[in-house]
């Protein structure tokens, strides 16, 4: 593989540990002029982690970075830009309160200096703008930004600074398909240009569309490295995994009565995000009904809806076959509804409760976990402990804070705590996000049992093959409305995409 | 009708202008802080130690404005304290910034005691005079309502007026405000968020200092202990009252210390017979509360004030 180009990025032997954990264990590659390289690895590989090191966030344990055959002084991200680095972070990193070019300026210009150039950045900004398909207002407020548009700016501020070297940590986790070719357009404008760009993420399909070169990270060491022209992709997905690849292949439904129904039912919104829209959705025993939709689309406002934390302020709206009154998450929990929150940290866990806990955390107050307002921690812990050996929940034991799980762990007790409840209807938010493979296939074989044993569940997911692979009728969300509900296999990803961009629901009112 | 003649008199806006000078000071010291992300609940006390530092190096000789330069320089220095425990230890800013108050309060009072063991009434210094602006000073009614102030008073409404340009209009303004907002921001800009905290830390006490100093170098001419009363509490709503901008605290300020200049010349009118004065002290804290409910709801809070910022945390 001897590359003609000159290598402008070089990485060595960078190793970095957090605690017990390896994240980077001797990491080393190049990248050359013009080329877009692929780093694809699970989420747990050492991706993210690998880039900040590379842009100084963090410091490394052992290895160097030379760019343009200077070597980069670890831990500032002050010299990376300099060097010609620029890095779009899977988090935004932009202030809310400032406008777009406030923030493409903020530490460009030195700090004791009177006069921030706005005119003159305006201009510059548009002619980027205009140059690399970056369509954005240069005098709006951030907060006023949709996500896509965050992203532009976020890539604005590495060209402002004029980066030779591009990092793009998984960049099209928050966009539509469509968002995501305009995002490529830009990529391959830059590389035209000369620029050369990393370019991060888990999904095979892309990594295959845009790269030149694919680096697999596994375990936080480099699996392997090929171009991308001599791969496909069901042999980068072996090289990620380190296995076989098994996509979960259900049965075919057999789809009952409906346990929720909705009907023309709204809620209001939150702050900024959606309420529902006059939506109507019927949850089928014994059936997978699928939520696509880039997120912030109202399938938050859905997910709380089914779970208890909003009730709906128009529309009808029955469980059971019997109207709802009144509704709270305490009522839901009664009706059968079995939640997997979207944030196992901030909502589905109390990270420095114990296991035991946690493991009752939504029945504590039922026998035989308390009776007369005591707890009976004897009951609970036999409960914590049949989860743990049931779901395969590898811990210290049940007395440990759930804190110190990863994150697999802690949502295969989430997992288990929701259906050794046996419930009626489960609300899975997200439940494979973050999780290693091997979780992640227990955690999905575990919702279709589910499913077959007569349960209607309701999966939200932002990933669209994770939809496709599960559902046995698939919804899309935009800006809180709700399309049909599409059976399996009759609408292809573009055909989704194409609702998810918000077009089609208006021929469907 | 004794409202219309208070609001009537020349001496009344003279006295305004007056009572507000430390307020704005301080409350533009706590602002800078805010913006950047760190709430400074040491303000009451360091506003102690910059009245007493003020004071006492003026005593032991120094000039009016180099005795100045102590306070300012007295409260920078709890400042970076502060900074250096709520910044890179990222430490409760509560606790850190009450324990502050308690520390720079119960020094000065120390301070005090230790230079001036003997004395049953506190020395006098020759503080700030009037300045007389010529043309302006000499205006009817004008010229003693608004012109009759000290340099300091002067100098506060400049204060307003460069922290307003400098949070607007220059780079480091722009990074400051990012830090109180994203400080990730900041940092994927290759800025330090700890310097740029501690900085507008140590800038902000400095100012609460000199808010402070005032009290003992220009409205009185001694050093008494409790003179500062609240006034650092006050700041700090007035922060929020004015939704973390120069110019509408400054309007919060000019407003709570008319309702005080009010209430001190109501308690001298027939109503004061009638009525204990307890009262009328309660009147500019009721109606600034009254204020801050009605002004402050839409207010757009710095979203990472109180939030400590780790690099590299994960």
């Known amino acids: 593989m001897a590359d003609p180009r000159p290598v402008v990025l070089k990485l060595e032997g960078i190793t970095k540990r957090f605690g017990t954990l390896t994240a980077n264990d001797a990491i080393g590659f190049a990248l050359h002029q013009g080329e877009v390289l692929a780093l694809l690895g699970e989420n747990g590989a050492g991706k993210t982690t690998l880039m900040n090191i590379l842009f100084g966030h963090y410091t490394a344990d052992a290895g160097t970075v030379e760019v343009m055959g200077q070597a980069l002084p670890p831990g500032q991200p002050g010299a990376a830009l300099a060097a010609g680095v620029g890095m779009v972070h899977q988090h935004f990193t932009l202030a809310d309160n400032l406008t777009v070019t406030e923030n493409i300026l903020i530490g460009t210009r030195p700090l004791w200096r009177g006069g921030l150039g706005r005119a003159e950045a305006r201009a510059r900004i548009a002619a980027l703008s205009r140059d690399f398909g970056l369509a954005v207002h240069p005098e709006a407020k951030v907060r006023t930004l949709s996500v896509g548009e965050c992203q532009r700016v976020e890539i604005l501020k590495a060209l402002y600074r004029e980066a030779r070297v591009l990092i793009l940590d998984e960049p099209t986790a928050v966009l539509t398909p469509q968002e995501t070719e305009a995002l490529f357009a830009t990529l391959k404008k830059a590389v035209d240009r000369g620029l050369s760009i990393i370019f991060i993420s888990h999904k095979l399909h892309e990594v295959m569309a845009v790269s030149d070169r694919v680096i697999v990270l596994r375990h936080g060491r480099v699996a392997g490295e090929v171009a991308t022209a001599e791969t496909d992709r069901h042999r980068l997905a072996e090289m990620m995994v380190g296995a076989e690849v098994r996509l979960p292949a259900p049965s075919l439904a057999r789809p009952g009565s409906a346990l929720m129904e909705l009907d023309a039912v709204s809620t209001p919104p939150e702050g900024t995000r959606p309420g529902l829209k006059s939506v109507s959705l019927a949850l089928r025993a014994g059936q997978i009904t699928g939520l696509a939709g880039v997120s912030g689309n109202g399938q938050g406002a859905l997910a709380d809806l089914v779970s208890g934390l909003a009730a709906p302020s128009a529309g009808r709206f029955e469980v059971a076959g019997a109207r709802v009154e009144r509704w709270s998450p305490r009522a839901a929990l009664q009706a059968g509804v079995g939640r997997i929150p979207e944030d196992r940290h901030a909502t589905g866990s109390i990270a420095d409760f114990t296991l035991t806990e946690n493991a009752v955390l939504e029945d504590y107050a039922r026998p035989p976990y308390s009776r007369r307002g005591w707890m009976n921690w004897r009951a609970a812990r036999a409960h914590a402990e049949k989860i743990i050996k049931d779901y395969d929940v590898r811990c210290p034991g049940p007395e440990a804070r759930i804190r110190l799980l990863s994150g697999g762990n802690m949502q295969k007790l989430i997992l288990g705590r929701a259906l050794e409840t046996a419930p009626r209807i489960i609300l899975a938010n997200q439940p494979v996000r973050g999780l290693d493979i091997g979780a992640l296939t227990y955690v999905q074989d575990r919702l279709i049992a589910a499913r077959d044993g007569g349960a209607a569940v309701l999966l939200i997911s932002e990933d669209l093959d994770e939809i496709l692979a599960l559902s046995d009728v698939i919804h899309v969300m935009s800006e809180g409305r709700l399309s049909p509900g599409f059976p399996r296999g009759t609408k292809t990803p573009a055909e989704l995409g194409v609702w998810m961009a918000g077009q089609g629901f208006d021929h469907a009112a | 009708m004794e409202i219309l003649d208070i609001l009537l008199s020349a001496s009344f806006w003279a006295a305004v202008l007056r009572i507000a000078s430390p307020l704005i000071f301080a409350t533009m010291g706590e602002l800078i802080c805010e913006?950047?992300?760190?709430?400074?609940?040491?303000?009451?006390?360091?506003?102690?130690?910059?009245?007493?530092?003020?004071?006492?190096?003026?005593?032991?000789?120094?000039?009016?404005?180099?005795?100045?330069?102590?306070?300012?320089?007295?409260?920078?220095?709890?400042?970076?304290?502060?900074?250096?425990?709520?910044?890179?230890?990222?430490?409760?800013?509560?606790?850190?910034?009450?324990?502050?108050?308690?520390?720079?309060?119960?020094?000065?009072?120390?301070?005090?005691?230790?230079?001036?063991?003997?004395?049953?009434?506190?020395?006098?210094?020759?503080?700030?005079?009037?300045?007389?602006?010529?043309?302006?000073?000499?205006?009817?009614?004008?010229?003693?309502?608004?012109?009759?102030?000290?340099?300091?008073?002067?100098?506060?409404?400049?204060?307003?007026?460069?922290?307003?340009?400098?949070?607007?209009?220059?780079?480091?303004?722009?990074?400051?405000?990012?830090?109180?907002?994203?400080?990730?921001?900041?940092?994927?800009?290759?800025?330090?968020?700890?310097?740029?905290?501690?900085?507008?830390?140590?800038?902000?006490?400095?100012?609460?200092?000199?808010?402070?100093?005032?009290?003992?170098?220009?409205?009185?001419?001694?050093?008494?202990?409790?003179?500062?009363?609240?006034?650092?509490?006050?700041?700090?709503?007035?922060?929020?009252?004015?939704?973390?901008?120069?110019?509408?605290?400054?309007?919060g300020a000019l407003l709570f210390a008319g309702f005080d200049a009010l209430q001190i010349r109501l308690q001298q009118t027939p109503l004061g017979a009638d009525i204990p004065y307890q009262v009328f002290l309660m009147v500019p804290y009721v109606l600034s509360i009254l204020a801050l409910v009605l002004m402050s709801r839409r207010a757009e809070v710095p979203a990472a004030l109180m939030t400590p910022y780790n690099r590299g945390d994960r």
């Not at chain 2, 409760?92 to 001036?116: D, E, F, K, N, P």
């Not at chain 2, 020395?123 to 009037?130: A, C, D, T």
């Not at chain 2, 004008?142 to 307003?160: D, K, N």
């Not at chain 2, 973390?244 to 309007?251: C, D, M, S």
């Open chain 2, 35 to 251: 913006r950047a992300g760190v709430l400074n609940l040491g303000i009451e006390g360091i506003m102690v130690a910059g009245a007493f530092a003020g004071w006492m190096a003026v005593y032991a000789g120094l000039g009016l404005w180099p005795g100045l330069l102590v306070a300012l320089l007295t409260g920078m220095a709890f400042g970076a304290l502060h900074g250096l425990l709520t910044v890179p230890f990222g430490l409760s800013q509560h606790v850190v910034g009450l324990g502050i108050t308690l520390l720079a309060t119960s020094s000065a009072y120390y301070a005090y005691r230790l230079s001036l063991p003997e004395v049953t009434s506190p020395p006098r210094i020759e503080p700030f005079q009037p300045v007389h602006i010529p043309g302006l000073s000499d205006l009817p009614f004008f010229g003693e309502a608004l012109f009759s102030q000290t340099a300091l008073t002067y100098l506060a409404f400049a204060c307003v007026i460069a922290v307003a340009l400098i949070l607007y209009r220059t780079p480091l303004g722009l990074a400051l405000r990012a830090a109180g907002e994203n400080p990730s921001a900041v940092e994927a800009q290759g800025l330090s968020v700890t310097a740029i905290r501690i900085g507008a830390v140590m800038a902000g006490s400095g100012l609460m200092a000199v808010g402070g100093a005032f009290l003992t170098m220009s409205a009185f001419s001694s050093f008494f202990f409790e003179m500062v009363n609240g006034r650092g509490w006050i700041c700090i709503a007035l922060v929020v009252f004015g939704a973390w901008r120069p110019g509408k605290a400054l309007i």
